[in-house]
């Protein structure tokens, strides 16, 4: 069995409103020093041995995100 983790972030020129809304309210906690509050998705993946890395690249390519707003990390 195999293990990965696609990290699913907003491309850096995206606006991310509920990153915005955790900052601030982190802030009205009083956590001080926060430069910038991204939010993103993970996804676990198991697979038989026979997945590859580079099917894994194709499936979120092409199912898990949003190329115009998104970009990925694949881990394992």
């Given at each position: ?24 309210a ?48 694949v881990?394992?």
């Amino acid at each position: 069995m195999k293990k990965y983790r696609v990290l699913v972030k907003l491309k850096p020129n995206v606006l991310d409103p509920e990153g915005n809304t955790i900052k601030q309210a982190a802030e009205r906690m009083g956590v001080q020093g926060l430069q910038s509050l991204r939010t993103g998705k993970v996804f676990e993946i198991e697979t038989d041995d026979s997945m590859t890395r580079e099917k894994i690249e194709e499936l979120a390519k092409k199912v898990l995100i949003n190329p115009v707003i998104q970009t990925f990390e694949v881990e394992g």
